[in-house]
């Protein structure tokens, strides 16, 4: 029903009754769009991923990038489209409308829709984030285009957008493409792309488009928005160090280690699906496919067996530190270090040998 | 108040391999089970029943064997099932099974109107979520995803009350019937069937409806030729082109397991020990 992998020849030229063929109209659709995804003041780091991604998909096809921003008239969408340029946008499609302010579906599938078939893109990226996944849905289903969901790589074959992402819970990955309609749509998964270098020498032009709805006509109001009590203590995606612990771990007691070592380093606490599933941590802080996608400098991986769900959520991590008993663990296939040894016994050890070498460096440093 | 709830069997993928060779998915032998974002669906519906009467109604696509998950969901307390079920399916990517689910509900619809259309969050399977949004765009229904709370139901003003999941928050939304819901998963626990609801199930006369019954206009937006997104290729991950670099606690001490695992990582990352001294110096 999904994109369910079945044995496919490497072209999928000559399916059986399927069209291929991009028609004349549609080849007229150029250049590779980012929807900037903003709240509350602020742009969703997803979206300056996908404009660094952008840009090589735009410089292999030799186009340009927009970013599309939508919003109401008190939000700052221009400061918002100077950081876009300076990420790589050359130009940014303006919709202000009070009828904006606060993410809903309804206004924004029409707007964006009404500016796809007016400016005609060929890609569309957007985060694949509750707003991205909410308004793509609906805007690839109005344009009766292909979508692809929750990608971790893109890529250009022929002139034509190849969108991978993992399937069957990421035992595989498949890539998949819309070749005879425009635009070629996909969500992107958050942390997998390379947050781009910024260039604020950069500048790019601005296209003011009227929204054309008024607040009458949208049936869902927005009444309030609770944020997150928990919203600046866990940053997993973020941060820069993480310890996580799995079900070697053993019992809930035996965190306080994981815990421990996260404290000498400044670190964040993670944990696998088992062991958020078994209650030892809470779910904001699940590493993988289910939960969330990280990207540290440092990953230190106790007592995880390194399954592909956990895999696909932490594989792109700087520097992958694995400590388990089993020495044919899947992890050490893909960390960069491992201990095997009992977690229990390395983990004080490992938190002591960095606490004091870091704490000789910072005195010297002092 | 008629509900439909959609769903898909899906295999379990828990259970899942990959054959290490010819990289598919070997299904032998693995179970295939209710997709467990879509139990979430199922009892916020069945909830909205208990407290206004009424009935669910289940829809699935799928192949035959798809009647088994539809049958669990009776034996939770549906009061119908509808399994549309048609080679000319095969091969479907979302926005093509979105156009199929819609005639279904607009044929459905035609029994007793419908008030409420419930999917899950996503497939464990394909993950992708754009089903539901797709529903609701082609029924023109209210879209309300990753609900993780219903507040308040009103069906004389016909209006809904919700709590949705976005970043960093939860919306609160004020919308009007007929929606469309997909569930945030943990935000309810599925009930136990009843003896007498288990009973039921197992003779329930499950209605199997092909795409004429299922009101398809158009054929080609079904299956694959109403698919515009097309897989391409399918791999396994790739391995690492180096393994890690091991150490063994049963050959030495584990202090001088880890005082060699500091060396090594910070010989080589000189930058994240920097980074690391900076950062909790200051």
């Known amino acids: 029903m999904t994109e369910a992998p079945k044995p496919a020849p490497a072209r999928p030229a000559g399916r059986a009754g399927r069209n291929t063929e991009l028609s004349e109209a ?69 919709m202000r409308d009070p009828v904006l302010k606060g993410y809903r579906n309804e206004p924004f599938t029409k707007g964006l829709t009404d500016l796809v078939n007016k400016y005609q893109p060929e890609i569309m990226l957007l985060g694949a984030t509750t707003m991205g996944r909410d308004l793509a849905g609906s805007v690839a289903t109005t344009l009766g285009t292909g979508l692809t ?65 008024i ?29 996580t612990g799995g079900k070697g771990m053993k019992q809930p007691d035996n965190f306080k280690l994981i815990w421990d070592l996260a404290r000498v380093l400044g670190a964040e606490v993670g944990g696998t699906r088992p062991v958020v599933q078994a209650g030892w941590i809470g779910a ?9 996608t990280v990207r540290p400098k440092l990953y230190i991986a106790a007592g995880v067996s390194g399954a592909i769900q956990h895999r696909v959520g932490m594989e792109s991590s700087d520097v992958i530190v694995a400590i388990n008993t089993d020495a044919n663990a899947p992890i050490f296939e893909f960390a960069h270090y491992g201990i095997v040894g009992n977690a229990m016994q390395v983990l004080p050890a490992l938190t002591e040998a960095f606490r004091s070498h870091l704490d000789k460096r910072i005195r010297k440093v002092a | 108040m008629h509900i439909v709830v959609c769903i898909k069997q899906v295999p379990d993928s828990a259970q899942i391999r990959v054959h290490p060779v010819t990289n598919t998915i070997m299904r032998q032998g693995v179970p295939a089970i209710v997709n467990p974002y879509d ?80 999917t899950g969050k996503q497939t464990i399977d394909g993950d992708t979520a754009q089903v539901g949004p797709g529903i609701a765009k082609r029924l023109g229904l209210n879209l309300l995803t990753y609900v993780s709370g219903i507040r308040d139901i009103d069906l004389d003003a016909r209006r809904i009350k919700v709590e949705r999941r976005a970043e960093g928050g939860v919306q609160l939304l004020d919308s009007t019937l007929p929606s469309l ?27 199997k409806w092909n795409k004429d019954d299922a009101g398809i206009e158009d054929v080609s937006k079904i299956g694959l030729k109403g698919s515009p997104t097309i897989v391409s290729k399918v791999f396994g991950p790739t391995p690492r082109a180096t393994k890690a670099d091991v150490q063994v606690v049963a050959d030495t001490s584990v202090q001088d397991v880890t005082l060699n695992l500091l060396q090594k990582i910070f010989t080589a990352h000189p930058s994240l020990e920097q980074e690391l001294v900076e950062r909790l110096g200051a």
């Not at chain 1, 904001?284 to 969330?292: A, E, F, I, S, W």
């Open chain 1, 215 to 243: 607040e009458t006509d949208v049936v869902t109001k927005l009444i309030e928005f609770i944020p997150d009590a928990t919203r600046n203590t866990v940053n997993l995606a973020y941060a820069d160090v993480i310890v």
């Open chain 2, 39 to 118: 139990l979430f669906a199922l009892e916020e519906a069945l909830r909205l029943k208990d407290k206004f009467g009424g009935r669910v109604t289940m829809l699935c696509m799928g192949p035959p064997q798809a009647e088994d998950a539809l049958r669990k969901c009776i034996s939770f307390g549906a009061t119908d099932a509808v399994l549309v079920t048609d080679r000319a399916f095969a091969g479907a990517d979302t926005l093509a099974t979105s156009y199929a689910l819609a005639a279904a509900i607009r044929k459905i619809g035609q029994e007793q109107a419908v008030d409420l259309v419930f």
């Open chain 1, 284 to 292: 904001d802080r699940q590493v993988g496919q289910t939960g969330k």
């Open chain 1, 26 to 94: 549609l080849k007229a659709y150029k250049g590779v769009w980012v929807f900037i995804e903003h709240d509350r003041g602020h742009v969703n780091p997803v979206s300056w991923e996908l404009m660094g991604e952008a840009r090589k998909l735009a410089d292999k096809l030799g186009v340009d990038v927009a970013g599309v921003l939508m919003g109401g008239l008190d939000e700052p969408l221009d400061a918002f489209a100077r950081e876009a340029y300076a990420f790589g946008a050359d130009r940014c499609y303006f």
């Open chain 1, 149 to 213: 969901a929750d990608c971790t790589e893109l890529n250009i074959d022929g002139r034509a957008l190849a969108a991978t992402r993992p399937t069957f819970g990421g035992s595989l990955l498949c890539t998949i493409m819309t070749l005879a309609y425009r635009p070629q749509m996909a969500t992107i998964r958050p942390r997998v792309m390379q947050m781009p270098r910024r260039d604020d020498s950069r500048t790019g032009d601005g296209i003011d488009t009227p929204l054309g709805m």
């Open chain 2, 181 to 207: 819901i997909t569930m945030l998963e943990g935000t309810n626990e599925m009930r136990f069937a009843s003896m007498d609801d288990m009973l039921r199930a197992a003779r329930f006369p499950i209605r």
